[in-house]
């Protein structure tokens, strides 16, 4: 028989530290509003194998009995690599639902970054929308909030202040000396999509503010190999539903 999910706390009883706003991205998969920047999946030694099998069926016969045989052996080299992404996303979006009691994440439009010239592959690499999909299914099981959020200007409003400032992509930090806010650009865009969640949720959040716990410019990166074998960013185990303050 079906296990029911635990309920959802109320939201308005929430303390901070167990709301996390998840920002997403290419070379740092996630970085999050707790100051957890994690490293994307290393797949380089995979596609490489796979660009070797595709070439070595690009040398047999076609439909013969070897280019049968190589076919299937392309068709696995694929399956590797779709299952130790989506283990990765597994295992980071359930730490995320076990660990919080509210979770903001941005509703990445993937098909118009798929489209655009320069990073079509490393966009379908990355998987958001599967990350998310994850992510709201584990948050349902686990009784915490799922919200998504508009993602545009995230980087460019101060988490702190919310002016908007213009920056190019190669500018990795924020900084607004008007509030004296400075962090790393994804965690300013982390902090952005954690008080757009609220909001959209209803929450009063305008005393909490990320200027004292923000991560800071330079902070190291966790690599996804952490998650994958410790199934946390974390050196500490995740909380589970049944251990957490309510």
Not at 216 to 240: F, H, N, Q
Request: overall charge negative; charged content about 30%; hydrophobic content about 30%.
């Amino acid at each position: 028989m079906d296990t029911a999910p635990p309920a959802k706390p109320s939201v308005d009883e929430i303390e901070a530290e167990n709301m996390v706003g998840i920002d997403v991205g290419i070379l740092k998969y996630t970085h999050d509003t707790d100051g957890i920047a994690v490293a994307s999946l290393d797949l380089t030694d995979e596609r490489e194998r796979l660009e070797r099998e595709h070439r070595n069926l690009s040398r047999k016969a076609y439909e013969s009995n070897n280019w049968e045989t190589q076919l299937q052996r392309v068709a696995e080299y694929h399956r590797r690599i779709k299952r130790k992404r989506r283990d990765f996303l597994h295992k980071l979006s359930a730490y995320y639902a076990r660990e919080y009691e509210l979770v903001a994440v941005e509703n990445m439009d993937t098909k118009e970054l798929v489209e655009s010239p320069g990073n079509s592959r490393n966009t379908v690499s990355a998987a958001w929308n599967t990350f998310s999909s994850m992510l709201e299914t584990k948050c349902e099981r686990e009784g915490t909030h799922f919200v998504e959020v508009e993602p545009t200007s995230t980087t460019k409003e101060c988490g702190s202040c919310g002016v908007e400032t213009d920056k190019p992509l190669w500018v990795r930090e924020h900084s607004y000396p008007a509030c004296g806010f400075e962090v790393d650009r994804d965690a300013n865009a982390a902090w952005n999509i954690r008080s757009r969640g609220l909001s959209k949720l209803g929450v009063d959040h305008s005393k909490d503010t990320p200027v004292e716990t923000a991560l800071p410019t330079g902070t190291a990166v966790v690599p996804a190999k952490r998650v994958v074998e410790a199934g946390s960013p974390c050196l500490k185990e995740p909380a589970t539903a049944a251990s957490r303050q309510r």
